[in-house]
Each structure stands twice: as structure tokens, then as C-alpha cells.
């Protein structure tokens, strides 16, 4: 029951009481929440103040909003760890949740100076750069950018785009084993881009990372910029 004119305004109490709910396991994570209609028959108010209330949970963290599908409670954060070895999809079936990758599109180019710098190249070198989005259940963890030097990876796009999966496609390549070699994490807050991606609003902050991996040889064979929503994953840095 809602009380009026306590000093709190409708839409935040709705919001409490929701978050409350998500809270004591009522609305557990990935749970798709009643649709706006149903809230607002439920707290008696117009669509308007629900639309606040649904917003301010955004705001926090505690739901998402798929746009066409429904808003839904926000998943526990994934642990991952950031070392010699780190996979994505190993990280996520290792806590019971199904992987995921998708190929968002790819382009052969001069490598820039900063990417040359990285893999050992010099600058105008050919890479392909190879943009993809990865999920938790279905969940948007990360979106990256990624330069591989040709022409040894240059079929890297198409069996990524098949598979879904960095480790098969650079398999496919002649290399089953690589490691990480430099990791730099920044702080950023989302762009129209992210919240795209991420499926999150503009302003919610994101992380930053640069990566560079290399060959069993030591030779780099990879450079990637990702963006992770913060409140989806808790780094950890370790060997």
C-alpha cells in the first residue's frame, strides 16, 4: 500500500518496494518484471510515475530493459578474472551460465599507431578489426574491438562469426594456446554506443579495457579494447 503525502514521493516508493522485492527473493535475477500495465493497476497510478520508478531502478543497477522484450531483474555480477589465462567463456561456464559471442561486423585496415605499438607492427600494416558483443545468459557482459595482424588471421572473422568463440578462431589459425601479455583497465561512462550494446542507459559506467595477447612464441597476436557495464562483472587481477 502506498502511502500519499508521507513525505516520499509515489514513484520512489514503488521503486523501494520493488527493490525490497528483489532483495528478500521475490524477484529473483533474470525474473521478467510485471509490464507497465500491470504496475500501474497494481500501485494505482498512472504509466507516467511507473515509468520514474522503473527508471530509478535502472539508475541503481537492479534491472535492465530490453527494448521489445520486457524489463528483467539484473543478474549477480560475474567474478572475473583478468590473468596469463583469461577466457571468456571459460569464465562464464564456470559459474553455471551459458556463454555467448556475436560477431557485429569487421574490416581490413592500416594498422594505427597505437595498434602497431601493441602488436609489434609497423604503422599501416594490415590487420583486421573485428567489432563483437559477448553475454552471460543472454546477458550483455562486454562489447569489444578487436586487431588481428594479417594475413595470419584473416580468417578470423568468419569462424568467430560461426563459432562465437576468440580461442576457435584463432585455433583455426595455427594458434590453440595464446596468453595475456599487457592488460590496462580505465573508467568511462556509457556513450550512446554503449548503452546500445551494453543495453544500458547513457551515464552508467562502464570499464575500459586494453588488452594484448601473445603466441606460445611470445609474438602478439591480439589487441582488444572491451567495454564492460561495471555493475555486470567484479574484477579480479591476479597471475
Given at each position: ?8 514521493t509515489?514513484?520512489?516508493?514503488i521503486?523501494?518496494t ?9 524477484l ?14 497494481r500501485?494505482?497510478?498512472?504509466r ?8 530509478s531502478?535502472?539508475d ?11 524489463t528483467?531483474?539484473?543478474?549477480k ?14 569464465i ?13 561486423g ?10 602497431a605499438?601493441?602488436l609489434?607492427?609497423?604503422p ?6 573485428v567489432e563483437?558483443?559477448h553475454?552471460?545468459?543472454g546477458v ?23 563459432t562465437?568463440s ?13 596468453r595475456?601479455?599487457t ?12 548503452a546500445?550494446?551494453l ?6 559506467p ?9 603466441d606460445?612464441?611470445?609474438v602478439p597476436?591480439?589487441?582488444?579494447r572491451?567495454h564492460f557495464?561495471?555493475d ?8
Amino acid at each position: 500500500m502506498l502511502a500519499r503525502g508521507r513525505g516520499v514521493t509515489v514513484w520512489r516508493q514503488i521503486a523501494e518496494t520493488i527493490e525490497a522485492e528483489i532483495a528478500g527473493g521475490g524477484l529473483t535475477p533474470g525474473t521478467r518484471l510485471p509490464t507497465e500495465a500491470a504496475l500501474t493497476e497494481r500501485f494505482g497510478v498512472n504509466r507516467h510515475t511507473v515509468r520514474q520508478a522503473i527508471k530509478s531502478l535502472v539508475d541503481k543497477g537492479l534491472v535492465r530493459v530490453t527494448q521489445g522484450s520486457g524489463t528483467y531483474v539484473e543478474a549477480k555480477p560475474l567474478s572475473y578474472p583478468i590473468g596469463r589465462r583469461t577466457r571468456f567463456s571459460e569464465i562464464v561456464v564456470g559459474q553455471a551460465r551459458d556463454p555467448a559471442g556475436k560477431l557485429l561486423g569487421f574490416r581490413e585496415m592500416g594498422a594505427s599507431v597505437e595498434i602497431a605499438e601493441a602488436l609489434d607492427l609497423s604503422p599501416e600494416d594490415p590487420v583486421v578489426m573485428v567489432e563483437s558483443a559477448h553475454f552471460a545468459d543472454g546477458v550483455p557482459i562486454s562489447w569489444a574491438v578487436t586487431a588481428f595482424p594479417l594475413p595470419r588471421f584473416a580468417e578470423v572473422p568468419q569462424v568467430y562469426g560461426a563459432t562465437g568463440s576468440i580461442t576457435a578462431a584463432l585455433a583455426a589459425c595455427g594458434v590453440p594456446d595464446y596468453r595475456r601479455a599487457t592488460t590496462r583497465i580505465g573508467a568511462s561512462v556509457a556513450d550512446a554506443v554503449d548503452a546500445k550494446r551494453l543495453e544500458i542507459a547513457e551515464g552508467r559506467p562502464v570499464l575500459v579495457i586494453d588488452s594484448v595477447n601473445v603466441d606460445p612464441e611470445g609474438v602478439p597476436i591480439q589487441w582488444a579494447r572491451s567495454h564492460f557495464c561495471a555493475d555486470r562483472v567484479r574484477l579480479t587481477v591476479g597471475g
